[in-house]
Structures are given as structure tokens and as C-alpha cells.
């Protein structure tokens, strides 16, 4: 046996992943778990349906391909399916697959370092989000304050500028804009809504948040980049201290990674 050509499928799949998770690529991982051929026999295919590995039947490598984007769009983690679900009519319709979603780990980019901002990196920290805070003020980003390494602390020394390159292309990318005023929120909106991160929060009334939308839109802002802005920021529960409001933010930041409502688990009961 040769074991160095049997391991080179594997390890060109491995080389995919690492380069797809450094650009920040979103992809799907399919293995065949059962069947009567081929099993472990693995196909990698990114949002762009550019495809790496095989099944080992081009009829069904073409069937799954035609599945990714319904995944994707499912935002599940992972699923086992029986190609008899989306072909009954296939040849290998007693196939079952499993699907896992291939996607860096979620990034939180908090801006501003206030009770709000500070509690909210804390949290996305704690919750495993790879976790920006940025603010103005130097003396508020001490590792006094912020001890915990994993939340990295940006001094900005431009607000559009930082955010802008934190931010980076938005994918995988929650944005929470809790600054202290009118014009650092709309320095960091400015720099947000060109990204189109995957989530973008604006703290604060709806007065003032309606204020920051539409000088957003006098700037140029198209009415869907303006559709994408959750403001007021984070779910109605109530929240009253700071720490209540981040836990309000991070629901939120939450339910929009995995498609989810937000409603409460038990409100069939009262239906």
C-alpha cells in the first residue's frame, strides 16, 4: 500500500480548510457515513461552488453540490441526511451524508468601552467570540480593565479607520456600536455599513438612532444597508444595568448567527 498517495486527499482537504478559514470563507465539509461503497470518502465545496475531493460518483458529487447553498443558508452546524431526502430518484438514495459547516470562528467588534461596551467584550469573550473592543480612550482600554487577553484592545486614533480595518471584509463579523455620542456613532457607522458585516447593532433611543440612520442616508447609504441596522440594539428583556443590556446584545448577536427568532421557547404554550 502507499500510504503517502492514500493520505494526499486528506491532506490536500486539510490545506483547503486551513486556506478558507484564513480568508474567511464560508464552506461545507460532506462525508459519506453509510452506504455500500466509499465510506469516509469526503467533498469540500465553498459559497463560490468551487469543489475539492469526491464522493466517488459524479452523479452524486453534483446532487450534494446542488445542496450547499440550502445549508448554508440553514446556518446549522451540522446535519446527517439520507440522499433519498433531496433524490429519491438517485442511484445512491440509500447514501447517508454528513453536512458540517466550515466557517472561522465568530468575531465580536465592540466599539466603544463604556459599562456597556466593556461588558459586552467580556461576554462575547466568555461566549468564545473572538473579541475587538475599540475606543478613543486610551485609559479605558487598560489590561487593568481587561485582563482577559483573548479580547483584543484597539486605541483609535481614527474611528472610521480602526473600524474599517478591524472589520475587514465582515464575514463572520457581529459589530455592536455602543459608543458615547452622536458623532463617534456615526463615524463607526460609516465605516460598518460599507462592510455589510453579518451583524451591526446601534445603541441607544430610537430618536437618537433614527438620527444616525439618516445621516447615514444623506451620506450616501443605500436603504438596504440601512435595512441591515439593528437599532435599538439587542432583544427586548428588559435590561436595566449594563451587564442586562450586553446580555441583551449578545441574544441578539446570537440569534442572528444561527437564524433565529428570538421569541421565547415556551410561547406555544400560550398560543
Given at each position: 500500500m502507499d500510504e503517502t498517495r492514500d493520505q494526499t486527499p486528506s491532506q490536500d482537504l486539510s490545506k483547503m480548510i486551513c486556506q478558507l478559514l484564513e480568508s474567511g470563507t464560508v464552506a461545507v465539509l460532506v462525508t459519506v457515513v453509510a452506504g455500500s461503497a466509499n465510506v469516509g470518502a469526503k467533498l469540500l465545496i465553498d459559497e463560490a461552488e468551487n469543489a475539492s475531493g469526491s464522493l466517488g460518483d459524479v452523479e452524486l458529487d453534483s446532487l450534494v453540490a446542488a445542496q450547499i447553498n440550502h445549508f448554508i443558508k440553514t446556518r446549522e452546524e451540522t446535519r446527517t441526511v439520507s440522499v433519498n431526502e433531496f433524490a429519491p430518484g438517485s442511484t445512491s438514495k440509500d447514501v447517508r451524508l454528513l453536512f458540517e459547516r466550515i466557517a472561522p470562528a465568530p468575531r465580536?467588534?465592540?466599539?466603544?468601552?463604556?459599562?456597556?461596551?466593556?461588558?459586552?467584550?467580556?461576554?462575547?469573550?466568555?461566549?468564545?467570540?473572538?473579541?475587538?473592543?475599540?475606543?478613543?480612550?486610551?485609559?479605558?482600554?487598560?489590561?487593568?480593565?481587561?485582563?482577559?487577553?483573548?479580547?483584543?484592545?484597539?486605541?483609535?486614533?481614527?474611528?472610521?479607520?480602526?473600524?474599517?480595518?478591524?472589520?475587514?471584509?465582515?464575514?463572520?463579523?457581529?459589530?455592536?456600536?455602543?459608543?458615547?455620542?452622536?458623532?463617534?456613532?456615526?463615524?463607526?457607522?460609516?465605516?460598518v455599513v460599507t462592510a455589510q458585516p453579518d451583524y451591526v447593532g446601534l445603541i441607544g433611543s430610537k430618536r437618537r438612532t433614527n438620527i444616525v440612520v439618516d445621516r447615514l442616508r444623506v451620506a450616501g447609504a443605500s436603504e438596504e444597508q440601512l435595512a441591515n441596522i439593528h437599532a435599538p440594539i439587542g432583544l427586548d428583556i428588559g435590561a436595566v444595568s449594563p451587564e442586562e443590556v450586553a446580555l441583551a446584545i449578545i441574544a441578539e448577536i446570537v440569534a442572528e448567527r444561527y437564524g433565529a427568532p428570538g421569541s421565547s421557547l415556551s410561547s406555544w404554550r400560550r398560543s
Open positions: 465580536l467588534v465592540v466599539c466603544g468601552a463604556g459599562h456597556v461596551g466593556a461588558a459586552l467584550a467580556k461576554l462575547g469573550s466568555f461566549l468564545g467570540y473572538q473579541t475587538s473592543l475599540i475606543d478613543d480612550r486610551a485609559d479605558f482600554l487598560t489590561r487593568e480593565r481587561f485582563p482577559e487577553t483573548s479580547i483584543e484592545l484597539i486605541v483609535a486614533q481614527s474611528w472610521i479607520e480602526s473600524v474599517r480595518d478591524v472589520v475587514g471584509s465582515g464575514k463572520g463579523v457581529a459589530v455592536a456600536v455602543v459608543t458615547r455620542g452622536h458623532s463617534q456613532d456615526e463615524e463607526c457607522m460609516r465605516a
